[in-house]
């Protein structure tokens, strides 16, 4: 229902608020998280060259607007907060300022379309609007079907199952850079700072975006302890969930002076900084991960069996790499359910519940071995 009044809205908006004042070439909309806008950053490299000394709009979440701001690709960003999003007045809001533009080209390249992504494209004035036909993991299939009437043009859907970076590359090349290859992503250059820690140490991410597929902090501990006679363990994270873990971390290692906890106490270009200048960060299937992976940081996560190979583990002719990332997962019959788990619930999945503290251990020597 709330749904149906938003679109309400929507229609309203368009009929009554109408577009002026400064035109762009090109509207970018990627309001997805963290980790999704990072792996974005490589097939970003073809939208450089095929709009070199255009104008560029960039609608991006709150979450990803310091990383965006670092790229002077874009002549103007608009940050959306998903969170505000189905509240009326904070859409209205930003509907009149997102209406106050033209572009002669608008482009939403998520593959997993959100119904958020969707209503900026429905209520822009653009020539063309693309976007991926996509699969419903982010959107009912009857929001997908009725949102996909806004658009111009709609890629198709690959024929094989890629990995999220080859899904950023084929719709760029199915656009308008056919021999674009996809790479491991980079991060801008970050601005010179003082948040350092000094000394060799790890990051330790413990959340994820949702705790259902979020590795247990005791075990996170137990791997911690194999470090910490030649690592300083540095947590990091916002949030209360990340808060609550990094305390129940700290209680369940004694809190050794080797163990410092900055959650919640860096922005997050200053945890940017941090991880570049680690050793190695481990975590979950999170946007840290990837993070790490742009930084050319030594990485090692746990990942559940939701969509094996989409995010992680990055595709393997990337393995010679020394930064290039090392999972581990417990294998079962039902991978590949994008988190329609047909398991019992417990605390968490149970493909993530089942991957034990050796198999981690086993697959950090490894990584150990690999930096010497």
């Keep these: 229902m709330l749904i149906i009044l938003h679109e309400l809205l929507n229609f309203l908006i368009r009929l009554l608020v109408r577009p002026k004042g400064e035109k762009f070439d090109l509207l970018l909309v ?37 990383i965006a701001r670092l790229d002077p690709f874009f002549t103007k960003i608009v940050p959306l907060d998903r969170e505000q999003f189905l509240k ?14 033209a572009f002669d080209y608008a482009i939403a390249p998520a593959f997993s379309r959100s119904y958020v992504s969707d209503s900026v494209i429905s209520v822009i004035r653009s020539k063309r609007r693309v976007g991926f036909r996509g699969d419903c993991l982010n959107m009912s299939r009857w929001q997908k079907h009725y949102m996909e009437r806004f658009y111009t043009q709609l890629i198709n859907t690959p024929l094989e199952r890629l990995p999220e970076i080859d899904i950023n590359a084929y719709f760029v090349r199915t656009l308008f ?9 980079a991060f801008p250059v970050l601005p010179i700072s003082c948040s350092y820690v000094e000394g060799n140490y790890c990051v330790f991410f413990l959340s994820t975006n949702n705790l259902f597929h979020a590795w247990s902090v005791d075990r996170f501990v137990k791997i911690a302890m194999e470090l910490v006679d030649k690592y300083k363990i540095i947590l ?33 270009l200053e945890t940017a900084q941090i991880v570049s200048h680690a050793s190695l960060v481990i975590g979950n299937d999170t946007g840290g991960i990837h993070l790490a992976t742009s930084l050319c940081v030594p990485s090692l996560a746990i990942v559940s069996g939701a969509h094996p190979g989409r995010f992680l583990p990055y595709p393997s002719r ?55």
Excluded at 177 to 184: E, K, R, V, Y
């Design 30 to 66: 990627r309001t997805d998280g963290i980790g999704d806008y990072i792996i974005w950053l490589d097939s970003l490299r073809a939208y450089k060259e095929a709009f070199k000394d255009k104008k560029v709009l960039l609608v991006c979440s709150r979450a990803t607007l310091d």
């Design 88 to 101: 009326v007045t904070y859409w209205y809001s930003f509907v009149k300022k997102i209406r106050q533009y």
């Design 177 to 185: 850079s056919q021999d674009f290859q996809a790479q491991l992503p």
């Design 236 to 268: 990091l994270g916002y949030g209360k969930i990340d808060q609550d873990l990094s305390d129940a971390f700290m209680c369940l290692s004694g809190n050794s002076g080797q163990i410092i906890n900055k959650v919640n106490k860096t922005s997050f």
């Design 318 to 372: 990337f393995s010679s790499l020394s930064y290039f990332p090392h999972v581990v997962f417990h294998q079962k019959d039902c991978f590949g359910c994008d988190y329609r788990c047909s398991r019992p619930m417990k605390q968490v999945y149970e493909c993530i519940d089942s991957v034990d503290v050796e198999s981690v251990r086993k697959e950090l020597l490894s990584l150990l071995n690999c930096l010497k």
